[in-house]
C-alpha cells in the first residue's frame, strides 16, 4: 500500500537551532501533503497544507517564518523549524494522499518526528 | 466550521470486553468520515473509513456506520485484545479542501 517516510523520527538540540524535517511518499506521487502537530495527550492540529510547486497553505495562528514549508518535488515536503525553542518542542506528523486512487481515499501519515529542544 | 467530537478517554476494559468509542460530526456538505489508531511513539494508522451515508467501515474486528441521520461514526469492536490499547481518533475529510478534522482522541487502555 501507499507508504509515507518521515525522517528523522527524532530530533534533540539546542535552542536556537534550525531543524529540517522531511516528508516523502514513496510509491505515489502527493501534489498536495498535510504538516500536523501533537502536543502530549492532545489531538493532531493541522499547521499547513503543502503544495508541490507553490506556497503552502497555512492555518490560522500558524507563524510561517517559523514553520517553512517546501514542497520542491512531487514526493518531498519538507518543514523546517527555524531558530527553535523549547516551546516548538512537539511530535510532527506529515501526511499525503495518493490522489491515483481516486476520491475519497484517506490520507497515508508519517510515523512522525519527535522534536525536544532543550 | 467543521468539528468532530469524540468521547473523552481513557476507556479502560477487559480483554474480551465490548468495546465503542462515541464520535459526532458536524460538517457541511457529504464529508468522508475515518478512524485513525495511533500506537505509542508512532504516527497514525488508518483503521477504516466511510465515504457515504450507510456505508460500514470494518478492519481487525473493528468497526463504524455512517450515520449521517444522527451525524455518528461510533466505533466498535465485539472483543478487545490487549493489543488493541492504543489511542484512536475519529475524523472528517472536509469535501472541498480534502482536510482532515480530528476528533481529540480517546486512549483505550485493555488489561488481560
Known amino acids: 500500500g501507499a507508504v509515507v517516510s518521515q525522517h528523522p523520527s527524532r530530533v534533540i538540540c539546542k535552542s536556537g537551532t534550525s531543524v529540517k524535517i522531511e516528508c516523502r511518499s514513496l510509491d505515489f506521487q502527493a501534489t498536495t501533503m498535510f504538516w500536523y502537530r501533537q502536543f502530549p495527550k492532545k489531538s493532531l492540529m493541522l499547521m499547513a497544507t503543502?503544495?508541490?510547486?507553490?506556497?503552502?497553505?497555512?492555518e490560522q495562528g500558524v507563524e510561517k517564518d517559523k514553520f517553512l514549508i517546501n514542497h520542491a518535488s512531487l514526493t518531498l515536503s519538507t518543514l523546517t523549524v527555524t531558530s527553535a525553542h523549547p516551546e516548538d518542542s512537539s511530535f510532527y506528523i506529515c501526511?499525503?494522499?495518493?490522489?491515483?486512487?481516486?476520491?475519497?481515499?484517506?490520507?497515508?501519515f508519517g510515523d512522525g518526528t519527535r522534536l525536544s529542544i532543550l | 466550521g467543521n468539528s468532530v467530537t469524540q468521547m473523552e478517554g481513557p476507556v479502560t476494559l477487559s480483554e474480551e470486553a465490548f468495546l465503542t468509542i462515541n464520535c459526532t460530526y458536524t460538517a457541511t456538505g457529504y464529508p468522508s468520515l475515518f478512524w485513525y489508531v495511533q500506537y505509542p511513539g508512532e504516527g497514525l494508522q488508518l483503521l477504516l473509513k466511510?465515504?457515504?451515508?450507510?456505508d460500514k467501515g470494518s478492519n481487525k474486528g473493528f468497526e463504524a456506520t455512517y450515520r449521517k441521520e444522527t451525524t455518528s461514526f461510533h466505533l466498535e469492536k465485539g472483543s478487545v485484545q490487549v493489543s488493541d490499547s492504543a489511542v484512536y481518533f475519529c475524523?472528517?475529510?472536509?469535501?472541498?479542501?480534502?482536510?482532515?478534522?480530528f476528533g481529540t482522541g480517546t486512549r483505550l487502555q485493555v488489561f488481560p
Open positions: 503543502s503544495n508541490e510547486g507553490s506556497k503552502a497553505t497555512y
Open positions: 475524523a472528517l475529510c472536509e469535501q472541498n479542501t480534502d482536510k482532515l478534522i
Open positions: 466511510a465515504t457515504k451515508a450507510d
Open positions: 501526511s499525503a494522499r495518493d490522489p491515483g486512487t481516486g476520491l475519497y481515499q484517506p490520507q497515508h
